[in-house]
DNA sequence: ACACGTTACGGCAACCGTAAGGATT
DNA sequence: AATCCTTACGGTTGCCGTAACGTGT
């Protein structure tokens, strides 16, 4: 059986460079670091990082592939204190519904419970955020897309409306709507991957989507907005990502024929089965006082 | 910092329904496992089982949140000795891929190292085996559909034809090729979520799959085939998770108007930045080897 | 009386610190 | 000489077993 003990020795020698500065950096002495790699070492039966004295100490291959693995079991050891105490909040989120709708809510949150500290919010992509929930690295999700999976619950929360945003100044501005026809032939700005966007997309336009042309995929909604801003194309974001652009008119959001409003599903995903925390039972209540869309 | 042989004598209270079992199973003296539970509890400050005489310890409701992760802990302890001493190959694999596809290769794969034992195969939905291999509980993944995201590099491995299957004597059997008209009237059975079939579809047919109506989703292939066999409706599936039915007659093959042939990438996924273990590398090349269209 | 978990206690191993040793710059 | 990791050694802690104890069936 692993020692976590020693893995953060092995884990703090990788990240500190040192044997030395590793000890430190746990508040132990410097030997007692250099048993506990070795004695892991032996353990795993394969040497973990190189003692180079001139350098840095590098993690051998077989360190390596230790590496995210030894990082993964400390999170949760850490984590699992927190869950079974029933003192802990961590909301997962896609980065859009993390940076842009969240944050305002997790503060009312806190000041509801006159709790000094804000739920920990863990952003990432939407698929990320549902291995983080898979893993229990997170109690609850608040997700732009969910494929119904076995063992958890999933409900809708609120519809956010999308809009088509251009740059100032742009062409479109000045038509009441833009047709279907030259919204295909534009150029278009993808957001981040796998958030269903292109999936809502497709269900509502159909066979006119697939002239679709996409110039370029972008990793985050800032980048997003920029390119839209610098005339590289025009793009399809949630409303509460560019409400700020909108005020002071950096970008521009126009109608689209036929009066097509698109609006996408976010849903809450609990693990099932598991009985919630407090905290986090209070603010999914918070969430259903919210559930209103906000078009 | 948590105590993994605590944890793991939690985990077997739990399993065991009782200290002494749980004992007996470890190989350890009762009394140990009830001071290591203690210990444990005190760690975490709550309670986690109930020392009910009369009938099973069941957990708390602290112990049912803590479970998963510890489970999770101990699992991926496991693995980490394996990982990093490079003896391992773990694939995971989306079910129709794992169960029809895979086991040849992986018996090919043993053949030819002269090796007893067989790779280990973790079958799962397409989702699931996307967190397990961020999760690192596997070495590398071949999946249906793959969203790209970072830290993981994907290829393509092969090209996997679909076909439309319906009962033996269906009507449609007669018809040279059934119109698309008629391909959409019909009632569909769905299958496992999240490989991107449906996607598949929609980018096929475009608008036209919009009238598409599923009368059931099932969660396993085989629940799929046997729903179309006893007359429920008509599925898409891959070639080789009918072979058999198809050969025997119990199930046909009917193509689609315009000469259509559905094809669904597989793709192969390892994680970046994490060196590969000589057993993976080697299975990795046997898949190259058979990267041919099976059509 | 029996089954099961808890408490008590003792031996042994593991852990961690201090101090000394070796190697490289 | 200085830095850094390793080895050696001793005190303390923790782990696990046996034995005795409580309690509910």
Redesign the interface.
């Known amino acids: 059986?692993?020692?976590?003990?020693e893995?953060?020795a092995f884990v703090a020698v990788v990240d500190a460079g040192g044997f030395h500065d590793a000890a430190g950096r746990l508040g132990l002495a410097q030997p007692t670091i250099s048993q506990q790699v070795k004695k892991l070492e032996e353990?795993?039966?394969?040497r973990?990082v190189t003692r180079d004295r001139s350098s840095r100490c590098a993690p051998t291959?077989?360190?390596?592939?230790?590496?995210?693995?030894?990082r993964?079991?400390l999170r949760?050891?850490a984590?699992?204190?927190d869950?079974?105490?029933?003192r802990t909040l961590v909301i997962g989120a896609c980065s859009n519904i993390g940076i842009y709708i969240l944050p305002p809510i997790a503060k009312r949150f806190a000041d509801t419970l006159a709790s000094e500290n804000l739920p920990e919010i863990v952003i990432g992509?939407n698929?990320?955020t549902?291995?983080r929930l898979?893993?229990?690295e997170v109690d609850l999700a608040v997700m732009e897309w969910w494929?119904?999976?076995?063992g958890f619950v999933a409900q809708t929360w609120r519809r956010e409306p999308l809009v088509l945003i251009v740059p100032a100044r742009h062409p479109w501005t000045k038509l009441s709507v833009v047709p279907r026809r030259t919204l295909f032939a534009a150029a278009w700005i993808g957001g981040e991957?796998?958030t269903g966007t292109g999936?809502l997309i497709?269900?509502t336009?159909?066979?006119?989507?697939?002239r679709l042309r996409i110039a370029m995929t972008l990793?985050s909604t800032e980048a997003v907005k920029a390119a839209v801003r610098a005339g590289l194309g025009v793009s399809l974001v949630t409303l509460s990502s560019v409400e700020q652009e909108l005020r002071t008119g950096s970008l521009c959001a126009v109608p689209i024929e036929g009066a097509v409003t698109l609006q996408k599903e976010l849903v809450v995903v609990l693990?099932q089965?598991?009985?919630s925390?407090a905290p986090a039972r209070a603010f999914t209540m918070m969430l259903q006082t919210t559930a209103v869309s906000s078009g």
Do not use: W
Request: aromatic share 2%; proline share 8%; charged share 20%.
């Open positions: 059986m692993l020692n976590l003990r893995v953060q353990s795993v039966g394969a973990l291959a077989s360190g390596l592939r230790l590496l995210p693995i030894a993964a079991l949760t050891a984590r699992a204190v869950v079974s105490a029933g992509t698929p990320q549902a291995s898979a893993a229990g494929d119904a999976r076995a991957p796998g999936r497709r269900e336009f159909g066979k006119a989507a697939e990793g693990p089965d598991v009985p925390t």
